[in-house]
């Protein structure tokens, strides 16, 4: 019979999605940056935008731990719901990593175990229109 002449075609699965995992255009924001959105004046200053119709729903429905936009309120409280969501509050329980800690693991210092942040689903207050 002979050697067939196509080789390492069950591989190729790894290669295909490669441009996009490096694509920056659906790149969220990433958990430090999320932390720190999350300190109360930052906080309030994303909850509380000025109309904007460029983005979705007028940027008036945000998601501050996804940072995400959503079309009305119905739609992000169904959000809330979802695994999606509950994930990211677990991820965003964790402490951000600092430099110190950091340096700490190059062993210029002692192990501090890292500390846990209470992170629960954003307030949600509707308009009485």
Not at 26 to 36: F, Q, Y
Not at 53 to 74: I, P, S
Not at 104 to 125: D, F, H, L
């Amino acid at each position: 019979m002979g050697k067939s002449k196509q080789t390492g075609n069950h591989k190729s699965d790894a290669k295909k999605h490669i441009a996009k995992t490096w694509k920056t255009k659906r790149r969220t924001k990433d958990m430090d940056e999320i932390h720190s959105d999350m300190k109360t004046e930052a906080a309030a200053k994303l909850l509380n935008q000025e109309v904007d119709v460029d983005v979705t729903g007028c940027a008036q429905h945000y998601c501050l731990h996804c940072a995400r936009y959503f079309v009305d309120m119905r739609s992000m409280k169904e959000h809330f719901k979802t695994k999606v969501h509950k994930r990211r509050l677990k991820k965003l329980r964790e402490e951000p990593y600092t430099q110190a800690e950091a340096e700490r693991a190059a062993g210029m210092g002692s192990y501090i175990p890292a500390k846990t942040v209470e992170v629960k689903t954003q307030t949600v207050e509707e308009d009485m229109d």
